[in-house]
């Protein structure tokens, strides 16, 4: 297994994901500004890319008010701090519904902005998420959780 450097580790759960969406929705805007013969046509690109960002909304909407039922802490630099594990509503669609709120907002963009390259950081998100945010909150809720939150992993997918 390849080692993580010590000085990247330094990058986990330290910035906030909303500082991490509007990075990579700039990121977006100028690599389309850059690259304006990678600009494609697309019939309706606002309506679509207002349904595409709504989905977000409502996946963002959903997992906020499942913690708050659940009375647990939505901070997400603070997972061990949670006092519950939720499994239910969104949850059970994804173990991630946030994030993928955030990935559906910066989709939405991205079809918004109509360009491959802007395309080209939609996954380079997920990577950024999937090592730095959501690695540690997954120690963080086994260590608190241990069997439960391993069941749960094997239940629902980390995205979809």
Same mark, same amino acid.
């Given at each position: 297994?390849?080692?993580?450097?010590?000085?990247?580790?330094?990058?986990?759960?330290?910035?906030?994901?909303?500082?991490?969406?509007?990075?990579?929705?700039?990121?977006?805007?100028?690599?389309?500004?850059?690259?304006?013969?990678?600009?494609?046509? /697309?019939?309706?690109?606002?309506?679509?890319?207002?349904?595409?960002?709504?989905?977000?909304?409502?996946?963002?909407?959903?997992?906020?008010?499942?913690?708050?039922?659940?009375?647990?802490?939505?901070?997400?630099?603070?997972?061990?701090?949670?006092?519950?594990?939720?499994?239910?509503?969104?949850?059970?669609?994804?173990?991630?519904?946030?994030?993928?709120?955030?990935?559906?907002?910066?989709?939405?963009?991205?079809?918004?902005?109509?360009?491959?390259?802007? /395309?080209?950081? /939609?996954?380079?998100?997920?990577?950024?998420?999937?090592?730095?945010?959501?690695?540690?909150?997954?120690?963080?809720?086994?260590?608190?959780?241990?069997?439960?939150?391993?069941?749960?992993?094997?239940?629902?997918?980390?995205?979809?």
């Amino acid at each position: 297994m390849l080692k993580t450097p010590k000085i990247l580790n330094i990058l986990e759960l330290k910035i906030p994901p909303l500082v991490i969406f509007l990075a990579f929705a700039t990121t977006m805007w100028l690599l389309a500004k850059a690259a304006p013969t990678a600009t494609y046509t /697309l019939p309706a690109k606002k309506l679509l890319a207002t349904g595409i960002a709504a989905a977000g909304g409502v996946f963002a909407g959903a997992a906020i008010f499942s913690f708050i039922r659940a009375k647990t802490t939505i901070h997400p630099s603070h997972p061990g701090k949670s006092t519950a594990l939720v499994t239910s509503g969104v949850y059970a669609i994804t173990r991630n519904p946030m994030y993928l709120a955030i990935l559906l907002v910066l989709a939405g963009w991205a079809t918004y902005l109509a360009n491959l390259a802007a /395309l080209i950081v /939609l996954p380079l998100f997920v990577a950024y998420l999937n090592r730095f945010q959501i690695l540690p909150e997954e120690r963080a809720l086994t260590a608190l959780f241990a069997e439960e939150f391993a069941d749960y992993c094997k239940r629902v997918r980390r995205w979809l």
